[in-house]
């Protein structure tokens, strides 16, 4: 039997399913039943094929779990030992909810690509035409053989312009009064992609938190309420579930600052060839801000903080780079105490290139074959472009 | 091309050249003839460098006798790189059209953070720690102490240097800052040292203003450069508060804090070496009884910091006997402390004199000027006596005697105040001692007398004649040129009100005006939906900024701004600054197009260039005046009118009209580059702010974009960038903005040449 091969990760007795008792076997990758007495399953169900989880109200006698699969079919299965029951139900619940979210992205992310793939390629989409769909034989037969091949050529996907994002996707959700002194807010798939891609601080908490700990409506709900939507102010203290992404946010800025930059053209760290010392000079210009700020300095320096990490952050998703994630440590500090070695190594090609660039004047050379570059949008032009680029 | 400028033969490595090029060198040339000294206002972007560089190193060729050297004198590590690039430039076009090879030294001098090599120093973050540690490893008593004692730590570099790079002239070639480094690992000799040597006997120095115009630095690195040197301060717009912050010292209760422990740890060593080596400190005594300063010839590595007055103003003779001995000395600090900590702890601001000061501390604790005088001298000296290793401990006593010998020094040019709290925090005791320089001439003085031509020049030194006179100077050429173009390239306008017609100026009784915050935010809304790429932005100071963009973010009008650009914003913190300054320029770079939130008179605004689509529109948000009500400016101001006969208020325009103009010039670099200017202020449009605006943009500022609204403004900047977007070719410029040499030197471009300048 299939079982024994496989990894058991919990098991719960007197289940009943169609009012016949028997027991609930979790496994690492599929979701079994069997009748009491009988050693093979009735029911079995691959995670990657259930589409989501239902439980009954707490308040009811009969202490049911749903399984609702993609193909809209659903199962039901009753938690009938009195003493337990709800312990037993909660046991399952909760293992699920940890197992189904791996099985969805994989399944989601291969129906994506068999999609993208019918859609680049109209002679594949022919042939599924008319094998799979005339049924001459099954999706999962054609696949098989399909799937391996496209690994082959994935870079193709790469080519694909992503779209970027709107800087001010933020703004375009516009509160509106449902007039009973509540607002409204109006969110689009688009949006929440934008804050997911933009803040993946929150689409980690998204991960975390939905469905299971809050339903979508709660999450979003709770998102324009944090500090963390509102934070011209400075945190108050108040704990909420994204008082923890404003910190990652500071220490993704922060980890982007100390990497430093690349162009030592704008580097002003090192522009000034300093030798006056501490002490030295006079500060005419600026009064010295040194000392004890008040409150709304302190509130208008995070804006201007804010804004300087969001549009990096719009800029970064927009093209398709990633910002490493804050809480990299290793990556961290192998990037601040390598940094004078790395700058001795990469710099010079960089900023001989650069300085090149600044003192150029191309109109005082005569015209030679002057380098246009030629508007090519065709996908095949390009992949030869950056070919030779790099 | 070969160009004859007045009979002499200049190599320049274009095919073409700008009108005012040719000109400017011919301006230059005359200066040089009188072996006098000039001030050459030329925008920006129209090769003012190159010009330079081709004239003066024709003449170096051709007056070989007349000429020795050229020190070119730049502000920031990158603008030093470039000149030395160009400079490179010209010395292979040179060789390629005489087949001959070159024979010219030139090199860059930085500092050790710049050109260190060793592996461990170099990878230290400061200057002051790289300086500290190098003079650790490099001093001449170190490497003494290492023959008794071989297992003391070294630098190879500066140990191979000593040994063999003296013997060797460095080969002639141009060496910028990382030629020196890759120079240095090659030999294995340290190319700090090498290339402060090797400026002895170049033929071009490229390095930064601080090695000529700070006394504590120029009288290590410049001494010894020759009379018959030609200087040239690039980007001198600014050169009298670097000339004055050279001779500025502030002194806080922490500095003093760490003086006292500066003081005891003198005093600890002292007494140590009283048991161990009392030898020692008897020769020092008896060299400074000898007046003997500096009798052991002190090694190069010794000093880190010289005597802070000029040269001609240190006394040559013997150190007075009340501080010639080491305890002496410590107990004469000592003193001198106490007195500066009960000076500042005042209630109220006080405001003094030099001789005032002496007056009072004669007064007070019986320390008489002489010795005073002296403090700076016999610190170093004790320091080197008592074998200091990590002398950037002792940068707090170090300042304290430099302040003692600079009050004592000068009765005249120097302010002393004392101010027990911020004016914004009247609350928070936060005493600083001012001891300011007021008078820029006095630090570039000796630079004037020194050598035979020094050129100050710059994109924006409007109006001309103001630094002759605050830098007291006679100059033997004023001139501006202007730029040709044959597109105006450039559209400055000034904006006076909103749509609303409320007047719109950063003005003091109005800046927090709302209808003024919302009226600058719609101006900002309306540019970034017409102009492409990139936008920069300056406010007058930083606080100023802070406030308005948090109104702005209230109101709505930055997300509206988002809605087309991107927005950056400047902060106090440079690497933060640094970060969103380079991710402005990548945003340009992809198209999405950014705008940049600045300030005037800060880092951005003084280094960076925003060159074609990094900068296709500055908008200049109100008139950045300096903050007034600073003492410090105050006392300025009345020693410029009692001693320049400059008023007030002619200076503080002329000071925020020369740095408007630098950030309105930062989007300009060059004929094939276009944006537009923006200011912001119906100030702008009176006659004594807009005289004082350089003369190639006041020429383009016609009365038609005088005092504009918001509207009109959107209107004209339409045309005007749907103008630029035109092809733009170079047959366009030629005969007009560009020459050809035929076309050089016909006679009627001559005469048109001869109207560029623009003799003030």
């Known amino acids: 039997m299939a079982a024994l091969s496989e990894e058991v990760l919990l098991v719960v007795k007197r289940v009943r399913q169609r009012k016949q008792d028997g027991t609930l076997y979790l496994m690492a990758e599929r979701i079994a039943w069997g009748p009491e007495g009988k050693d093979r399953f009735t029911v079995s169900h691959l995670y990657a094929d259930i589409r989501c989880q239902k439980i009954s109200p707490d308040g009811k006698a009969k202490i049911q779990l749903q399984l609702v699969l993609h193909t809209g079919e659903s199962t039901n299965f009753h938690f009938s030992n009195e003493s337990t029951a709800l312990k037993d139900r909660d046991a399952a619940k909760d293992l699920l909810q940890q197992l189904l979210p791996k099985f969805k992205k994989r399944a989601n992310k291969e129906l994506e690509e068999k999609n993208r793939m019918l859609q680049e390629d109209p002679v594949l989409f022919q042939l599924y035409k008319d094998l799979v769909v005339s049924q001459v034989i099954s999706a999962e037969e054609f696949w098989a053989n399909r799937l391996s091949v496209n690994n082959v050529d994935h870079t193709l996907s790469n080519n694909k312009q992503e779209v970027g994002i709107s800087a001010a996707f933020l703004a375009d959700i516009r509160p509106q009064t449902d007039g009973c002194n509540g607002l409204r807010y109006n969110l689009t798939s688009d949006i929440i992609e934008s804050v997911f891609r933009t803040y993946p601080a929150v689409k980690q908490k998204y991960a975390e938190n939905v469905p299971h700990n809050l339903t979508e409506k709660e999450f979003w709900t709770r998102f324009f309420q944090s500090h963390y939507f509102h934070r011209d102010r400075i945190s108050t203290g108040l704990q909420d579930i994204f008082s923890e992404c404003a910190k990652q946010d500071e220490k993704g800025l922060k980890s982007m600052v100390i990497q430093g930059v690349k162009n030592p053209l704008v580097d002003l760290l090192s522009l000034e060839d300093k030798t006056l010392h501490e002490g030295y000079g006079s500060n005419l210009m600026v009064p010295s801000t040194s000392t004890a700020k008040t409150v709304k300095e302190n509130s208008n320096s995070a804006i201007i903080k804010r804004f300087n990490h969001h549009s990096a952050m719009v800029l970064a998703a927009g093209s398709g780079k990633k910002i490493d994630a804050p809480n990299d440590q290793a990556s961290e500090t192998s990037s601040t105490d390598g940094n004078s070695r790395d700058s001795d190594v990469f710099q010079p090609p960089i900023k001989k290139v650069r300085i090149q660039e600044a003192i150029e004047y191309e109109d005082l050379h005569m015209e030679n074959g002057r380098k246009t570059v030629a508007l090519n949008l065709k996908t095949g032009g390009f992949s030869d472009l950056v070919g030779s680029l790099s | ?760």
Not at chain 2, 285 to 295: F, N
């Open chain 2, 1 to 760: 091309m070969k160009l004859n400028i007045e009979g002499l033969l200049v190599y320049f490595p274009y095919d073409y050249i700008y009108p005012e090029q040719y000109s400017y060198m011919l301006e230059l040339k005359r200066t040089l003839d009188a072996k006098g000294h000039g001030v050459l206002e030329m925008p920006s972007g129209t090769g003012k460098t190159i010009s330079l560089l081709s004239l003066i190193v024709a003449y170096q060729r051709a007056y070989p006798l007349e000429v020795t050297k050229l020190i070119y004198c730049s502000r920031t590590v990158p603008e030093i790189e470039k000149v030395v690039e160009e400079l490179r430039k010209l010395m292979e076009f040179f060789s390629k059209e005489t087949g001959e090879k070159n024979n010219f030294l030139a090199l860059a001098l930085s500092s050790r953070k710049n050109l260190c090599v060793h592996p461990e120093v170099s990878s230290l973050r400061f200057g002051k720690e790289v300086d500290g540690k190098c003079h650790s490893l490099t001093a001449s008593y170190i490497r003494a102490q290492r023959h008794s004692n071989p297992s003391l730590p070294s630098c190879r570099f500066y140990e191979e240097f000593d040994a063999l790079g003296r013997q060797v002239p460095l080969p002639a070639g141009v060496y910028n800052l990382d030629d020196l480094k890759d120079y240095g690992r090659r030999k294995g000799w340290c190319p700090y040292y090498l290339a402060r040597y090797s400026i002895l006997h170049a033929n071009i120095i490229v390095y930064s203003y601080h090695y000529l115009l700070d006394p504590k630095i120029a009288d290590l690195v410049s001494k010894e450069l020759a009379k018959k040197s030609v200087v040239v301060f690039d980007e001198a717009h600014n050169i009298d508060n670097v000339c004055i912050d050279s001779m500025s010292v502030n002194i806080t209760r922490r500095t003093l804090d760490r003086s006292q422990a500066n003081v005891d740890t003198l005093q600890n060593t002292i007494l140590k070496i009283k048991e161990t080596d009392a030898a020692k400190l008897k020769e020092e005594y008896r060299r400074l009884v000898e007046g003997l300063k500096e009798a052991t010839v002190a090694r190069e590595t010794d000093i880190y910091m010289s005597n802070p007055v000029l040269p001609d103003e240190i006394l040559q003779e013997a150190v007075p006997g009340s501080i010639r001995t080491a305890e002496h000395f410590v107990g004469f600090m000592k003193r001198f402390l106490e007195y500066l900590k009960a000076r500042l702890r005042i209630h109220h601001v006080v405001q003094e004199s030099a001789p005032q000061f002496l007056k009072d501390i004669f007064e007070k604790v019986c320390i008489d000027r002489k010795p005073l005088r002296f403090c700076a001298e016999r610190l170093r000296s004790l320091l080197r006596t008592l074998e200091i290793t990590d002398i950037a401990d002792f940068s707090a006593i170090t300042l304290i005697s430099n302040f003692a010998t600079l009050v004592s020094t000068y009765s005249k040019g120097f302010t002393i105040i004392i101010e027990p709290f911020e004016d914004r925090t009247p609350t928070i005791a936060n005493p600083v001692l001012h001891f300011s320089c007021m008078d820029p001439s006095i630090a570039i003085k000796p630079v004037f007398e020194r050598f035979q031509s020094v050129i100050i020049t710059s994109g924006t030194l409007s109006p001309l004649d103001i630094y002759p006179r605050i830098l007291d100077f006679r100059p033997v050429t004023t001139a501006s040129f202007t730029m040709t173009l044959a597109r105006t390239c450039l559209c400055p306008l000034v904006v006076g009100r909103g749509n609303d017609q409320v007047a719109m100026t950063s003005k003091f009784e109005t800046r927090e005006d709302f209808a003024v915050i919302r009226n600058y935010g719609n101006l900002l809304l309306e540019m970034s939906a017409i102009v492409p790429d990139g936008i920069v932005a300056f406010f007058t100071s930083y606080i100023y900024m802070e406030n308005i963009v948090a109104s702005w973010y209230e109101q709505g009008i930055l997300e509206n701004v988002q809605r087309n650009k991107l927005i950056f914003i400047e902060t106090p913190d440079a690497a933060e600054t640094s970060m969103a300054l380079e991710k402005y320029q990548e945003a340009c770079e992809n198209g999405r197009g950014a705008i940049l939130l600045s300030v005037a008179r800060g880092k951005v605004s003084e280094g960076i260039d925003f060159v074609h689509h990094f900068g296709r529109a500055v908008i200049m948000f109100g008139v950045p005046y300096v903050y007034t009500q600073s003492r410090i400016l105050k006392a300025r101001l009345e020693y410029l009118r009692d001693q320049f006969q400059i008023r007030e208020n002619d200076f503080l325009t002329f000071d925020a009209m020369r740095h408007a103009a630098q950030c309105v010039g930062r989007a300009i670099r060059g004929k094939t580059d276009y944006g537009l200017m923006i200011f912001a202020d119906k100030r702008y449009a009176r006659a004594d702010k807009r005289g004082k605006l350089p003369r190639w943009i006041q020429e383009h500022l016609t009365d038609g974009s005088l005092n504009l609204t918001i509207d009109e403004t959107v209107q004209l900047s339409k045309h005007f960038l749907r103008q630029m977007a035109q092809p733009f070719r170079q047959e366009d410029q030629l005969g007009l903005s560009l020459l050809t040499l035929e076309q050089l030197e016909s006679e009627e471009m001559l005469q048109r040449i001869a109207q560029i300048a623009h003799q003030a």
